[in-house]
């Protein structure tokens, strides 16, 4: 394998830890995503090396329990979704508090749509969305991204770590075709498979 730039070998007194490691204790003992600039500020690198040491994480995680959880310029470490019966079981959860079909259509067009407003939503969809969208903003799937410059200046839309977490994917390019989505999404499913595509691809036909 090759080393990337910033590591350090293990040593025996502990003072002098892989930056891979070091990385994944910091992930570890955050309670919220870390940007990637977080990182490198903390751990004295640049964001290159810690952008080079999270590629090597991530394929070592590959073969473990746990994943690197990306979107954009943060990341995160959550449990493989392979594990999520085990982990519910283990902890008690109730697996039963499913996304309704409305939920899951309004999440598919923001997933792909985002930056999206409600207006547009609501012309796509062809009925109200005010009820659908405080409930994936209280699931913490979907989260205010900023607001257009026009009149009315609208709140956009944009789904959050929570969505990933939700269907297992590690990031955003692990999207399937926007037509396959829409139609486990329409079906109710509560998981999709996960596939790299490009952004023809992930862009609804409407």
């Known amino acids: 394998m090759t080393p990337v730039p ?30 990637i600039p977080q990182l490198a500020q903390a751990l004295e690198v640049s964001e290159r090396d810690v952008e080079a040491a999270l590629e090597e994480l991530a ?17 995160q470490l959550v449990t493989a979704p392979e594990a999520a019966p085990y982990v519910r079981r283990f902890l008690g959860l109730d697996s039963a508090s499913k996304l309704s079909v409305a939920a899951l259509e309004t999440l598919a067009l923001i997933a792909y749509r985002q930056p999206i407003t409600r207006a547009q939503i609501e012309a796509v969809r062809g009925v109200n969305c005010d009820g659908v969208l405080r ?54 499913e509560q998981s999709v498979p996960r596939r790299a595509t490009d952004k023809a691809a992930a862009d609804p036909e409407v």
Request: charged share 25%.
């Open 6 to 35: 910033g590591h350090q070998e293990w040593s025996p007194n502990g003072h002098d830890l892989d930056l891979r490691c070091r990385i994944e204790a910091l992930l570890f003992v955050s309670d919220e995503p870390a940007s």
């Open 59 to 75: 394929q070592q995680f590959q073969e473990r329990g746990l994943r690197l959880q990306r979107k954009e310029h943060s990341v």
């Open 135 to 188: 409930t994936l903003l209280a699931r913490g799937m979907v989260a205010p991204q900023g607001r257009l410059e026009q009149a009315g200046r609208p709140i956009v839309y944009g789904v959050t770590f929570e969505f990933l977490q939700h269907f297992g994917l590690s990031n955003l390019s692990e999207l399937p075709a926007w037509k396959e989505f829409a139609a486990s999404m329409e079906g109710g």
